[in-house]
């Protein structure tokens, strides 16, 4: 719902660009056809965004216009200026590294060829003229009519990446703990569903604090923004010590019923939490930690006893109590933020 309705007002302030920039240039006299595709392409995700691009853009288009208006004086309306004006608009947009204009210069180059008839240098200056038009009336409509706001695609986005987090860690604690190896495919899965959730979440987040360089959140939205930003930044960290057992070979386990039993229900009451705000209690939460601490001490001592020279590497049992810890360290994090 929320995705539509960020869709929704996308396609109300593209509308609105295109009608004030269509009706500008029926005033002025001009062609609006190239007005209008510059509105078109210039409402980006946030005003930061439709200006910088904009920067691009109008030199872009600059850059078309010009060799549309050389070649046809050269070669007429043929084939061969739609060619050379697309080719030669599109190298030189790329050696001047202007990549955001590339499209709009390289339409204009084109469109351009078949409305020019004479006075090449008045079209052209039109065709600039037309361009600012696009550029300016898009960045107002962005900036003024529905501005961006995603704090609450961040929350929702947050709250889903939380339960999928919940998820992910049963099945691979279930793949470590129970032996499921039938269930390998569906974990990985999983969690590679959670790094893109998660690289989604940062794109938003990026895009609101671009946007708040022109509406600034204030007051308590600030504060829930930059409480967004801390659990987003927990979820990371849970999602790197996830990873991490994934990544690591673990062989056959020494526990015993009663050790292994605690771990499960630990990794269970933990899952619930993460997937449920309502199910974590922080007094329950505690008390799993510091059982599985001491498992890990535990187990720390017998392997230190049993092999006076140190072992080089860490023992399976360890390396998963380590990032259980760890993981139960962060969401403790995550819902202690205020």
Same mark, same amino acid.
């Given at each position: ?53 904009? %920067?691009? +853009? ?10 549309? /208006?050389?070649?046809?004086? *050269?070669? #007429? $309306? @043929? ?78 986005? %947050?709250? +889903? ?10 099945? /691979?604690?279930?793949?470590? *703990?129970? #032996? $499921? @190896? ?157």
């Amino acid at each position: 719902m929320k995705k539509l309705h960020f869709v929704g007002s996308r396609v109300v302030k593209t509308g609105v660009a295109i009608f004030i920039t269509a009706l500008i240039c029926q005033w002025l006299n001009w062609p609006a056809v190239f007005a209008v595709i510059t509105a078109i392409v210039t409402i980006e995700p946030t005003v930061s965004d439709s200006i910088k691009k904009g %920067i691009v +853009r109008f030199p872009a288009s600059a850059i078309g216009s010009a060799y549309a /208006v050389l070649f046809i004086s *050269l070669f #007429g $309306n @043929s084939p061969l200026t739609y060619t050379l004006a697309a080719m030669f608009t599109i190298v030189t947009c790329f050696r001047l590294k202007l990549y955001a204009g590339l499209l709009v210069a390289t339409l204009t180059a084109v469109a351009m060829i078949e409305v020019i008839h004479s006075n090449y240098f008045i079209s052209f200056l039109i065709r600039l003229g037309t361009t600012s038009i696009g550029l300016i009336v898009s960045t107002l409509v962005n900036m003024f009519i529905l501005p961006p706001d995603y704090t609450k695609n961040i929350s929702n986005s %947050i709250q +889903r990446m939380a339960y999928q987090t919940g998820i992910a860690i049963e099945e /691979v604690f279930s793949t470590i *703990l129970e #032996g $499921n @190896s039938n269930e390998e495919n569906e974990k990985n899965r999983k969690v590679d569903q959670l790094d893109d959730a998660i690289h989604q979440a940062e794109t938003l987040v990026r895009f609101q604090k671009e946007e708040a360089k022109f509406h600034p959140l204030v007051g308590k939205e600030k504060s829930e923004f930059q409480h967004m930003q801390k659990q987003l930044i927990n979820l990371k960290l849970i999602h790197y010590h996830v990873d991490n057992l994934i990544n690591t070979p673990l062989t056959s386990l020494s526990w015993t019923n009663d050790e292994r039993a605690i771990i499960l229900y630990s990794v269970k009451e933990l899952a619930e939490g993460l997937k449920d705000a309502r199910h974590y209690k922080a007094d329950k939460h505690a008390q799993h930690l510091r059982q599985l601490t001491e498992i890990f001490w535990e187990d720390n001592e017998e392997i230190t006893r049993g092999n006076q020279n140190h072992p080089t590497s860490f023992p399976p049992e360890l390396i998963i109590l380590y990032e259980l810890v760890s993981i139960y360290n962060q969401v403790d994090r995550y819902y202690a933020i205020k």
